[in-house]
Nanobody, 123 residues
Framework: QVQLVESGGGLVQAGGSLRLSCAASGRTFSGYAMGWLRQAPGKEREFVAAISSRGAGIYYADSVKGRFTISRDNAKNTVYLDMNSLKPEDTAVYYC????????????????WGKGTLVTVSS
């Protein structure tokens, strides 16, 4: 079992930046690929970014490529999502999640989920 707790969400103006953090506990964090997914009001949950267990592999959705950066610190059991040049369409609840396999993570097929943190981007 892996427990995930997100933080760092909030209200930001378009063009601004935020950093989301996800603290993990439980089973060995470094054994999991990690990802961020989001769900906007009235929409399906969508994949945002994933990072492999050691950080060598990184994958982004086209909608955030060049603006968002995913990273992890296995010593701190934490994964991050740095979000720059935010747009109103980035408004969503952002979920941190863990997957037992890299390919599953890139497809958004995750085994463990956090409860989410709300990001609101005003125009």
């Amino acid at each position: 079992q892996v427990q995930l707790v997100e933080s760092g969400g909030g209200l930001v103006q378009a063009g601004g930046s935020l950093r989301l953090s996800c603290a993990a506990s439980g089973r060995t964090f470094s054994g999991y690929a990690m990802g961020w997914l989001r769900q906007a009001p009235g929409k399906e949950r969508e994949f945002v970014a994933a990072i492999s267990s050691r950080g060598a592999g990184i994958y982004y959705a086209d909608s955030v490529k060049g603006r968002f950066t995913i990273s992890r610190d296995n010593a701190k059991n934490t994964v991050y999502l740095d979000m720059n040049s935010l747009k109103p369409e980035d408004t969503a609840v952002y979920y941190c999640a863990a997957a037992g396999a890299w390919l599953a993570a890139t497809a958004g097929r995750m085994n463990y989920w956090g409860k989410g943190t709300l990001v609101t981007v005003s125009s």
